[in-house]
């Protein structure tokens, strides 16, 4: 049975490994925003504290990957685009959530054929996000 066979059914959540993987991901994420110069305008558009951006993205991507639905208990519908219209997102902050959010997956050794997925998504979701 071939990887792609093997994965139809299963949530990306399941496949990432569950929360601690996501919590994983989320971590590395927001440390490399942190420590590389090529996330600067990314990181800046954060604010000085990265612990709240932390745990929203960490609830949101469970529920997103099909695990519990954290962000939805706590803060109803995620209303994505509209949460994030108060922050200048445009291509470069697109490009550097996306290379940030790849370099993350690659640092915590995302299986391939997810990350590909997760990926597209991304872009997607990132894209439909930018407001200048």
Known sequence: MSDEEQQQGETAFTLMG???????LVER????????PGYAELRAAHGP???S????LNWFLCGW??????????FGHPRLRA??????IGILERDQWL???????GEVAVH???RARLQESFFQTADWMRNV
């Open 18 to 24: 569950g929360e601690s993987a996501i919590h994983a």
């Open 29 to 36: 994420f927001y440390d490399l925003m942190d420590l590389e």
């Open 49 to 51: 504290d990265l612990a």
């Open 53 to 56: 951006a932390r745990e929203k």
């Open 65 to 74: 990957m099909g695990g519990p639905q954290h962000y939805v208990e706590r």
């Open 83 to 88: 949460r994030h219209m108060p922050f200048k």
């Open 99 to 105: 290379a940030c959010m790849n370099q993350a997956m």
């Open 112 to 114: 391939e054929g997810l």
